[in-house]
């Protein structure tokens, strides 16, 4: 990955933080953080409550040379590095072994090994199925959104920090690929049950598109993994000249920036998109010109949008292009910048926060929408879109 790329990736705090795209086989609501130029990262500070979120972050110069020190005394590097980002309270600061930093590259490209699960950890701990990928292992075993992960491989994972129900799940420690064994210990009510499943290779669709009554065209983008952006311009050209579009960005955890800025130039004419600094500089990145600025659009968002999505929805929504629907988004808005450690693992550390064109903040807030819909936010969307006249 070059250090232009722009994106999105799971991320942990040592080893106790949530992974939170589907890639590492689950995809886990907890953090989601998105790369800048120069391979500066958006998008992760976690809300005013969340612990530690207000400490100071380490300098890159302070874990670069506790990792040094650890490899002179012939320890892990990257295990100091964890306790230094630990210590520090930088609640989205990350470090990554060299196997996850590729895998994650990988993931970015659309492709990842896995079981096809999407997960998170409920307010009581314990881990819930939110999403289960059609023609995937879990899907053929009839797993369903809602059931309980109880265990892997005969581990119970309730109080188990993510990263290592992911690790498990991926059979990391084994370097498992596709085609080997896990077996999932499953709840769904007074039910429990397991289920063996086989690791498959398979390849996420992120952008999804479906026509309604009323030349209404659904654009549903799930990640902003590579390609995604071009698909969703695709699908603008391709909706009808006098049609409304949503564009659903629910459960959109990020992806790379550059996906999502490329998705925004499908709705804008140029123009601003986000701000970010970096130890205070501040940097732009704007909108190609040529989007479709004439047909109603409206935006689905809610406490799932994240990242890259939620700077996607600042702008539709900042720049007046689009009605935004739905519940407040996750909020984050912190930039982090990596840095390869002496035995090749990857530390991130949190250096800036980016804003919506209108300099609105976003980390620890998120974005509140214009009209605020639960489960009804479809037909809510399909009731204002009625309302927005033809395009002109």
């Given at each position: ?368 929408p214009d009209l605020e819909a639960g489960q009804d936010a479809l037909r809510r969307a399909e009731t204002v879109l009625s309302g927005l006249g033809d395009p002109s």
């Amino acid at each position: 990955m070059s250090g232009r790329d722009l994106f999105c990736q799971p991320r942990r705090i040592g080893r106790g933080a949530a992974l939170t795209l589907v890639f590492a086989g689950v995809l886990v609501t907890g953090a989601a953080t998105g790369a800048l130029p120069g391979g500066l990262h958006p998008g992760a500070a976690g809300r005013k409550d969340a612990p530690g979120a207000a400490r100071t972050a380490p300098r890159h110069e302070d874990v670069q040379r506790a990792a040094a020190e650890a490899m002179a005394d012939g320890t892990s590097p990257m295990e100091a590095a964890e306790r230094a980002v630990s210590r520090s309270g930088d609640r989205w600061g990350a470090v990554y072994s060299r196997g996850e930093y590729e895998e994650f590259q990988e993931a970015l490209d659309g492709e990842y090994t896995g079981v096809g699960l999407w997960a998170r950890r409920g307010r009581d701990g314990r881990i819930e199925v939110t999403k289960v990928q059609p023609g995937s292992p879990a899907a053929a075993a009839g797993i369903r959104r809602g059931d309980r992960l109880r265990g892997v491989d005969g581990r119970r994972v309730d109080g188990l920090p993510v990263t290592e129900v992911v690790s498990l799940l991926r059979g990391d420690a084994q370097d498992a690929p596709a085609g080997t064994t896990v077996r999932l210990g499953l709840e769904r009510g007074t039910r429990a049950w397991s289920e063996t499943l086989r690791r498959a290779r398979l390849s996420t669709d992120p952008v999804t598109v479906r026509k309604l009554a009323g030349s209404v065209t659904v654009i549903r983008v799930a990640a902003f993994t590579k390609g995604s952006g071009d698909t969703v311009r695709s699908a603008v050209r391709r909706a009808p000249g006098d049609g409304r579009i949503i564009l659903d960005l629910r459960g959109n955890s990020g992806g790379l920036v550059t996906e999502a800025q490329t998705a925004a130039s499908a709705f804008l004419d140029g123009g601003l998109v986000a701000t970010y600094d970096v130890d205070g500089e501040q940097h732009a990145l704007h909108a190609a010109s040529g989007g479709d600025t004439a047909r109603p659009l409206v935006a689905l968002v809610d406490g799932g949008t994240m990242s890259a999505a939620e700077m996607l929805t600042g702008a539709l929504k900042d720049r007046g292009r689009a009605v935004v629907i739905g519940s407040r988004t996750f909020g984050k808005g912190s930039v982090q910048m990596p840095s390869t450690l002496p035995d090749g693992s990857v530390a991130e550390l949190t250096v800036g926060h980016y804003r919506t064109p209108s300099g609105r903040a976003v980390d620890g807030r998120g974005i509140t929408p214009d009209l605020e819909a639960g489960q009804d936010a479809l037909r809510r969307a399909e009731t204002v879109l009625s309302g927005l006249g033809d395009p002109s």
